[in-house]
């Protein structure tokens, strides 16, 4: 007769119990779980052994390997709150640009005599970042980006300053650097040399997500989990934890040439329903 085997993971699926929406995990790395007792030793007198053993309690911990970020599964994995996720799930067809604000002083952005404001203009030339302007006289700047990941920008030095020469901002008028268009105020321009101003720029893209992790009044989230093994000539298990919770950082780690993963630590928790008097339940399908 064949023996009961388990090979591999195909998928984790998440079951929330308070709203009852599933979701699963694909992409994995493992699945161990701890669910083994400690002992507790009955001792005493002159006795080299324990007179007696009883079981204490299971860590009820498993490690998950998740390879993915999909934001149906981020809630599940570590404390959430409704407003954490923004996803723009057809992305920006003509990129798209935070609106300028001051960082440093309150001449740089300015109606009437700094910058009026900032739009798109050659779409195809926008670098994702976070710039930073600084003024340089009454009416030019230097632009810096913190990133060159896109091959589009070239750093001048170790400042992280990508233009070659200053950029004058006209009056009433427009000027136009990688992509993004800087109005002139109504006004004579006069901002004042050293004053600093911040925007984010977000290129053509087909999608964005962002989540924000830790954010003030998230809670965590019980839900049931389903471990389900390859199929393996045609041999399955699937496994239920019916009631658990998660701790991990979904924050992407940047590893040099692998791809990130979130290590998440699960709690198995005594379940509460009625009927159901186990922590874990496996089948077996097929020898």
Excluded at 26 to 34: P, Q
Aim: proline share 3%; hydrophobic share 40%; with cysteine.
């Amino acid at each position: 007769m064949k023996p009961l085997t388990s090979f591999g993971i195909h998928q984790a699926t998440f079951k929330d119990k308070a709203d009852n929406t599933w979701t699963a995990a694909k992409i994995l790395g493992s699945l161990e779980v701890d669910l083994k007792q400690e002992a507790i030793d009955l001792e005493g007198g002159s006795s080299i052994v324990a007179w007696g053993s009883a079981p204490g309690r299971a860590s009820g911990e498993m490690t998950l390997t998740i390879k993915d970020y999909k934001k149906e599964l981020l809630k599940f994995l570590a404390p959430y709150k409704e407003g954490s996720i923004t996803e723009t799930a057809t992305g920006n067809a003509a990129g798209a640009l935070s609106a300028i604000v001051n960082l440093v002083g309150a001449s740089l952005v300015d109606a009437t005599n700094g910058v009026a404001s900032i739009s798109v203009g050659t779409a195809t030339d926008l670098s994702a970042g976070k710039y930073k302007v600084v003024c340089t006289g009454a009416a030019t700047l230097d632009i810096y980006s913190d990133n060159d990941v896109e091959g589009k920008v070239s750093y001048q030095d170790s400042t992280l300053k990508i233009n070659t020469a200053s950029l004058t901002i006209p009056s009433s008028s427009t000027v136009e650097f990688q992509g993004i268009v800087f109005a002139g105020g109504a006004g004579i321009i006069g901002m004042t040399t050293g004053d600093i101003a911040t925007f984010e720029v977000t290129p053509i893209n087909n999608y964005v997500l962002e989540y924000e992790f830790g954010k003030a009044g998230a809670c965590q989230r019980e839900f049931e989990l389903c471990a389900f093994s390859e199929c393996e000539s045609g041999k399955l298990i699937q496994t239920i934890y019916p009631r658990c919770v998660a701790f991990a950082s979904i924050l992407p780690n940047h590893l040099e040439n692998d791809w990130s993963s979130i290590e998440a630590t699960i709690k198995v928790l005594q379940p509460t329903e009625a009927g159901i008097d186990y922590v874990a339940k496996s089948k077996f399908i097929n020898r």
